[in-house]
């Protein structure tokens, strides 16, 4: 499951009320913080295993296009037309520089959640001699 990390996100919601909904047609409803989102999911009767946070470089990104009006073409801000630039270069070309800044800066700029999480009883939790075992009689 992935959802907007919390920090980012609140950081978003603090500089423009046009960013989330209802304010922004199909915007963000609310703010999960991880511990939150778990514990959710646990009553929803999921199993979360591992989580960690990407799109670290996407976040000063969003701060800026909300100081400068979400709702606004990249074009019409400098500053946020050469991020935007420097966000597609990245994304296209993954230079190791930037991979490496991503990985440093994730766990508190992350502007994405993801979760992983199991649903006891199906496949993926059963061992692999029982796996081995059905596929056989089958």
Same mark, same amino acid.
């Given at each position: 499951m992935? @959802?907007?990390? /919390? &920090? *980012?996100?609140?950081?978003?919601?603090? #500089?423009s009320?046009?960013? /989330?909904?209802?304010?922004?047609p199909? =915007? /963000?409803?609310? @703010?999960?913080?991880? =511990?939150?989102?778990?514990?959710?999911?646990?009553?929803a009767?999921? !199993?979360?295993? %591992? !989580?960690?946070?990407?799109?670290? +470089?996407?976040?000063?990104?969003?701060?800026?296009?909300c100081v400068? =009006?979400p709702?606004?073409?990249?074009? !019409?801000?400098?500053?946020v037309?050469?991020?935007?630039?420097? +966000?597609?270069?990245?994304?296209?070309?993954?230079?190791?520089?930037?991979?490496?800044?991503?990985?440093? #800066?994730? *766990?508190?700029? =992350?502007?994405? &959640?993801? @979760?992983y999480?199991?649903? *006891?009883?199906?496949?993926? %939790?059963?061992?692999?001699?029982? &796996?081995?075992?059905?596929?056989?009689?089958?």
């Amino acid at each position: 499951m992935t @959802i907007p990390a /919390h &920090l *980012p996100e609140r950081v978003c919601w603090a #500089l423009s009320a046009d960013y /989330h909904a209802p304010n922004q047609p199909g =915007g /963000h409803v609310r @703010i999960y913080s991880n =511990g939150e989102l778990q514990r959710k999911m646990v009553a929803a009767g999921l !199993d979360p295993e %591992d !989580d960690h946070r990407v799109h670290a +470089l996407h976040s000063p990104y969003w701060w800026l296009r909300c100081v400068v =009006g979400p709702n606004r073409p990249v074009e !019409d801000n400098r500053l946020v037309r050469w991020y935007h630039r420097f +966000l597609t270069w990245d994304i296209v070309r993954a230079p190791r520089t930037t991979r490496v800044i991503e990985r440093l #800066l994730a *766990p508190v700029l =992350g502007k994405s &959640l993801v @979760i992983y999480a199991r649903r *006891p009883g199906t496949v993926a %939790d059963r061992p692999a001699a029982q &796996l081995e075992a059905s596929s056989v009689a089958a």
